[in-house]
């Protein structure tokens, strides 16, 4: 199975602030990682796929990028609407794998 | 309106069985991958299930291998989990979600239905 490793496990931020989140696969998984954001009682929503492509309405401050093993989602000019857990996921091979998830939290 | 509407979670005792169902709306329900996802109380996502266009290609997790099954109709725009054998640990919110093939990315989702295990 293709592990993932997420981190940090949490980050505190500030309104406008930049952050960056990073997945490390324990395998190569070429481009096949997407990023999501979990709010409480609320589904999870995609926000990048193929890694670095960004889904359609979600903000550009929102920018993923890596190839293989390292992958990074960088969140810019963050709104209080950002704060939230985000989960990184590889879909290159059964089983699909997530992140631990990283939780932003407003400093 | 694209929408999934989840139904079949709630209370079941150890070793009982549930039947979760997702109905689509708003788009054509067959050209699409399905999979589950779950999320324990206070744990991260966790992958369940997968089912493909022609449920040619079926699969689940190590945790779930032998006691669900995945499951699609396309005349009622649907996807299914049946689960047997509950066990305490598959207490979770059960989310489904569309995935796009050529992406493998999941886009939508359901809004998630409860699964208790508890006697």
């Known amino acids: 199975d293709i592990q993932i490793t997420q981190s940090p496990p949490s980050v505190s931020a500030s309104v406008g602030d930049s952050v960056t989140i990073t997945c490390r696969a324990s395998q190569l998984i070429s481009s096949w990682l997407a990023w999501y954001q979990r709010k409480p009682g609320k589904a999870p929503k995609l926000l990048i796929y193929a890694a670095s492509s960004l889904q359609s309405g979600v903000p550009s401050r929102f920018s993923g990028s890596g190839s293989g093993t390292d992958f990074t989602l960088t969140i810019t000019n963050l709104q209080s609407e950002d704060f939230a857990t985000y989960y990184c996921?590889?879909?290159?091979?059964?089983?699909?794998?997530f992140g631990q998830g990283t939780r932003l939290e407003i400093k | 309106e694209v929408q999934l509407v989840e139904s079949g979670g709630g209370l079941v005792q150890p070793w009982g069985s549930l039947r979760l169902s997702c109905e689509a709306s708003g788009f054509t329900f067959s050209s699409y991958n399905w999979n589950w996802v779950r999320q324990a109380p206070g744990k991260g996502l966790e992958w369940v299930s997968y089912i493909s266009v022609g449920s040619r290609t079926i699969d689940y997790a190590d945790s779930v291998k032998g006691r669900f099954t995945i499951s699609r109709d396309n005349a009622k725009n649907s996807v299914f989990l049946q689960m047997n054998s509950l066990r305490d640990e598959d207490t979770a919110v059960y989310f489904c979600?569309?995935?796009?093939?050529?992406?493998?990315?999941?886009?939508?989702w359901g809004q998630g239905t409860m699964v208790t295990v508890s006697s």
């Open positions: 996921q590889q879909s290159n091979s059964f089983p699909i794998t």
């Open positions: 979600a569309r995935e796009v093939t050529y992406t493998r990315a999941f886009d939508i």
